[in-house]
């Protein structure tokens, strides 16, 4: 299932967004995502168990320990922890759901479905103007190749 730019705009409506997976790794795909969605006013909440901080920003442990409930989440983990996550922000009632790329395979994607949860399984940088190479190479092609949806 491709994401239908309905479902990416309503995506971004919620302000606040848990990011599971910040990574201290310089270029990272998650620390990009994290600098852009800041700089775009987001208020986002990096979850990672195994990082107190990175590069100075808080990390929560957990989805629990975040102040606030993000109306939305990020997933950028190796695939399988992804439904575990899933599941938790489930259980929290967080069902808008960013899986970036390689984060969720067939069986996740039904459950899913299963659930009601609205979610994407696309790449996050991909959706915005304001990103680098390579990303920026990649939206021009997606954008040319998936007119109309």
């Known amino acids: 299932m491709s994401a239908s730019r309905n479902q990416i705009q309503s995506f971004f409506q919620s302000r606040t967004i848990a990011l599971f997976g910040l990574s201290a790794r310089p270029k990272s795909v998650s620390l990009e995502i994290y600098d852009l969605l800041t700089k775009k006013g987001f208020q986002i909440f990096p979850v990672n168990p195994n990082s107190h901080t990175v590069r100075g920003v808080e990390c929560y442990a957990n989805l629990q320990s975040i102040p606030v409930k993000p109306e939305a989440a990020i997933i950028v983990t190796r695939p399988e922890i992804s439904k575990a996550i899933a599941q938790n922000c489930l259980d929290l009632g967080v ?31 991909l959706h915005h103007g304001e990103t680098r190479f390579p990303h920026s190479v990649h939206r021009f092609f997606h954008n040319l190749f998936s007119k109309g949806r």
């Open 95 to 125: 069902r808008n759901l960013w899986f970036q790329l390689q984060t969720m395979d067939d069986s996740l994607k039904s459950w899913c479905d299963e659930k009601g949860i609205n979610w994407i399984n696309s790449c996050v940088l």
